[in-house]
């Protein structure tokens, strides 16, 4: 638009409204006008038809009664364009309802004509001029683009490959005909999805980050850049792909256009070249043999990669004629002389020879070579093998002294030897021990069988015997009885064996004269049947004794407790009498218990009853059944105990018994005013209990025995402190039975030490190495959450753990635990697994998950007690596992190993 001067078509009827229109313009300061006018519309639009040198910047036309109408107007201008070619601003009497509809036929504005002012018209001209013009571009853009878009279009058509183009969020947008023959999907079946739908499940995520990588840096990428891509068919099938990338600036913004080649008989070829390659280098480098190639006249040209390892040289080193370095020198000069005579006539090359090793270890060779000729007959090249006989020759050798030494042991041997036809089963060989056991030359036991020297009753169970060997290879019988020629009986054991000896198969059978050993067999047995009796006879007397003992033990201990009752009467000498009676009672009954513990060991009757126990438990049961002996004999008994709680799957009661005859052993054997002491420790895997005294020791002979039934020994001057020889024996048989050891360390005169080690559960090793102890109170007030969906074991709980003293709070669902968790922030949590909501392993996980959740001590509370049921609560984060019904002592035991702060 020229903003100097602007012309200008007026097309109204009345003069007057051409004037005033005229003079309406002509006040504007700004811009200067050229008017044209036309009274008729067909002759206005004959103007601008004709009107070639100077195109009007604007038309004003009067809505008033004429020829044409605006609507008509404008359609005349527009034809089949959709803008008319300059732009129409419409005058009207009165405001018009079909203005709009002006407006879309083409007209930049209408205007009331009585509200028309200097400023409404001239800014009405000016805008309309300026939006026709604004129209105008984007129309012709748009065709622009559409002619632009048409071209792709043939473009992406005719392409050789499979066009995708896709936005930037991985969408696509378009596509050719190529991509539905190679892809089997329709283009409205494509666009608008993710381009990852043409390719396989596992290359999807690495595809979305390789494009989002990509996009952050656009630029061609040629075919596969180095990438093994899969294409996906829309029926599931898989075909090797190649892409190649370009992005494309679009008024949408960057899209990338993707060139999809298959690939699958490209693929077919170069993997059937590859797989004879490698079939031919494989088969080259695989062979044991040392192989290589020579030029026709000889100089050698290729070794595989055996030469260069066993000669330890370079292939440098051995081409051409370098190979005769690594040959014997007694052997080179005719290895090289027969390899010439080859190159010369053509023949075969074979020859011995023997190569260096690259340690200097000589070893035997079989060279070979053949010519390769062309079709004319000419050698083209010679293709070798190299085999190493050392271990053939050396073998050879071997046999040789192997046969020597085989006949030297088989003339020589002490035991019979036959050697048999494998077929026949006849007698092919005999060493001279069997002339010697029965009385018959060489010659008389070739081509008999077995039965026919007696060791068959007949021929069918000889024949039975050798069909055994043929199909097993090995047959063995003992006690044969056999007669040598004079009559004398012999009784004999076999082995024979079926082995290939050359050729061809033999049978060697073994005789051995038993007859001896057969003797002493029989009375062994005699004398272990006598034993055996005598052993259960002392078992069913050791159960009998002690169930007989027991008997009037009962009414003594009756005796002794009503005495007892009677304290405040009874006079000092009734006293010290119903003391001693005391005393020597629980003396007695422990003899007793014992003799029932071996009764029911020795005849295999013990059930332990395990459960996890604290090694402390029943170490302070036993410290204080063994402490009123101790105090008698005034010794010092020193204990010490691990800080952290050591754990076993045991029988509680069992394992006390052992510490009890450890440590009355240890009272009973050490002098009056001596010292005892008691050790526990965790030793790797192991709980290691240890007693040792200040005693007399024990005497080297008797110490490889102190564990066996009723062994004694006077460790001391006097006999007062008795005993049945018993003790040591349970303590080895209970610690046996727990899985565990023990060992018993003295020297004469320097004390004793017994050493019980018992081994510590996989699940409860780890549990145990979890806690974390500082300090050791069972008397703190802890925050403890009770969680179960039985009110009752809720409530149970709850009562004893706050009469102890503990803050409790309960819950009774799993997701009713967690907030609660969150809220009290617990030290403790007991926790039933089979919860409602939430079961108990989820809860934990999610506890665990809150802040200082490492820190509280889980603990879970089941009916199932199972070593699978314990692995799983310790793998879910539990700290320990108690097996419904729990009894409370236990979980006071675990709460005192709760690390201060918890």
């Not at 060279?367 to 062309?374: I, K, V």
């Not at 029988?651 to 240890?666: F, H, M």
């Not at 020994?713 to 005993?723: H, V, Y």
Request: net charge negative; charged share 25%; glycine share 6%.
């Amino acid at each position: 638009m020229n903003s100097s001067m602007m012309h200008i078509l007026i097309v109204a009827r009345d003069p007057d409204d051409r004037n005033r229109i005229q003079q309406l313009l002509v006040n504007d300061s700004e811009h200067h006008y050229i008017f044209i006018e036309a009274e008729l519309g067909v002759v206005g639009l004959s103007m601008i038809e004709h009107n070639d040198s100077f195109p009007f910047d604007c038309v004003l036309f009067d809505e008033s009664p004429r020829d044409i109408t605006a609507r008509e107007f404008l359609a005349a201008l527009c034809s089949n364009a959709k803008l008319p070619p300059c732009p129409v601003v419409v005058l009207n009497d009165a405001v018009s309802v079909a203005s709009a509809s002006l407006l879309r036929a083409g007209a930049q504005d209408c205007l009331l004509k009585s509200a028309l002012t200097q400023e409404t018209l001239s800014r009405a001209v000016l805008n309309a001029i300026e939006r026709h013009s604004m129209s105008a571009e984007h129309l012709n853009a748009k065709e622009a683009l559409r002619e632009s878009d048409a071209k792709f279009r043939a473009l992406l058509e005719a392409a050789p490959d499979a066009m995708v183009i896709v936005d930037q969020h991985g969408m696509i947008v378009l596509v050719n005909a190529l991509t539905k023959r190679m892809f089997g999907y329709s283009p409205e079946e494509l666009i608008g999805q993710h381009v990852e739908i043409l390719m396989p499940l596992q290359l999807r995520d690495s595809h979305e980050d390789h494009r989002l990588a990509y996009s952050t840096e656009l630029h061609p990428r040629e075919m596969s850049g180095g990438l093994d891509l899969l294409g996906l068919r829309k029926d599931g099938s898989q075909f090797p792909i190649e892409v190649s990338l370009s992005p494309l600036e679009t008024t949408q913004g960057v899209l990338v256009s993707s060139a999809i080649r298959d690939v699958t008989v490209r693929k077919q070829v170069e993997e059937q070249l590859r797989k004879s390659d490698a079939q031919l280098r494989f088969i080259m480098d695989s062979m044991p043999q040392k192989i290589g190639t020579t030029k026709p006249n000889g100089e050698v040209d290729y070794f595989n990669p055996q030469v260069t390892e066993f000669t330890g040289l370079s292939f440098e080193q051995l081409q051409a004629w370098g190979w005769t370095q690594f040959i014997h020198p007694d052997d080179v000069e005719g290895h090289v002389r027969a390899w010439k005579k080859s190159i010369e006539n053509g023949e075969v090359f074979e020859f011995e020879s023997r190569f260096r090793r690259f340690d200097g270890v000589y070893r035997w060779h079989f060279s070979r070579a053949l010519p390769m000729r062309d079709q004319a007959g000419a050698i083209v090249m010679w293709v070798g093998s190299n085999t190493d006989l050392d271990d053939i020759k050396q073998a050879e050798a071997a046999l040789q002294i192997s046969e020597v030494r085989y006949r030297r042991l088989f003339e020589a041997a002490k035991d019979g030897i036959l050697i048999l036809d494998f077929i026949s089963g006849r007698i092919v060989d005999a060493n001279p021990y069997m002339s010697d056991l029965l009385g018959y030359s060489h010659e008389s036991f070739l081509g008999k069988e077995l039965w026919e020297i007696g060791l068959f009753k007949d021929r069918a169970a000889n024949e039975d015997a050798v069909k055994g060997l043929q199909k097993t290879g090995y047959l063995r019988y003992e006690h044969l009885p056999l007669e040598s020629k004079s009559g004398v009986a012999v009784e004999v054991e076999i082995v024979a064996n079926a082995y290939r000896e050359a050729d061809h198969q033999v049978i060697q059978c073994n005789i051995r004269d038993i007859t001896e050993r057969s003797r002493l067999e029989k009375l062994l047995q005699a004398q272990s049947r006598e034993l055996e009796n005598l052993h259960l006879r002392k078992d069913e007397f050791l159960a009998m004794l002690s169930h007989e003992l027991r008997s009037p033990l009962a009414p003594i201990a009756n005796a002794v407790q009503l005495m007892s009752l009677q304290q405040e009467t009874e006079s000092r000498t009734q006293k010290q009498a119903r003391n001693i009676i005391e005393r020597q009672l629980g003396k007695l009954q422990r003899l007793v218990d014992d003799l029932l513990e071996v009764s029911r060991i020795t005849s295999g009757r013990v059930q332990l009853r395990k459960e996890w126990v604290a090694v402390s438990g029943f170490i302070h049961g036993a410290i204080e059944t063994a402490r009123p002996l101790i105090q008698q004999r005034r010794h010092e008994l020193t204990i010490s105990m691990p800080v952290i709680p050591i754990w076993l799957s045991a029988d509680a009661a069992r394992l006390e018994q052992v510490v009890i005859n450890l440590l009355t052993n240890a009272a009973k054997y050490t002098e009056e005013g001596g010292e005892i002491w008691l050790t526990v420790v965790k030793d790797r895997n192991e709980c290691v209990i240890r007693v040792r005294d200040s005693g007399v020791g024990i005497a080297p002979a008797l110490l490889p025995h102190v564990f066996d039934l009723f062994t004694r020994a006077e460790r001391s001057l006097d006999r007062s402190q008795g005993g049945l020889g018993i003790g040591l024996a349970l303590v080895q048989r209970l610690t046996e039975l727990h899985g565990g050891t023990v060992e018993a360390q003295s020297e004469l005169g320097q004390g004793s030490e017994f050493i019980v080690r018992l081994p510590l559960q996989t699940d409860d090793s780890k549990r145990v190495t979890n806690i974390d102890v500082a300090v050791l109170d069972a008397n703190r007030v802890l925050r403890v959450l009770v969680v179960d969906d039985n009110v009752d074991t809720v409530l149970g709980f709850s009562l004893l753990l706050k009469a102890q003293g503990h803050d409790v709070r309960t819950a009774y669902n799993g997701p009713d635990a967690v907030e609660t968790a969150a809220e009290f922030h617990p030290q403790v949590v007991m926790l039933d697994i089979g919860l409602p909501g939430l079961n108990g392993y989820e809860v934990a996980k999610q506890i665990r998950d809150q802040p200082e959740g490492e820190k509280i001590m889980l603990i879970a509370l089941t009916g199932y007690g199972q070593d699978s049921d314990r692995r799983t609560s310790s793998d879910a984060g539990f700290d320990h596992h108690l097996v419904k019904p729990a009894r409370f002592e236990q979980l006071l035991q675990i709460l005192a190993t709760v690390k201060v702060g918890k």
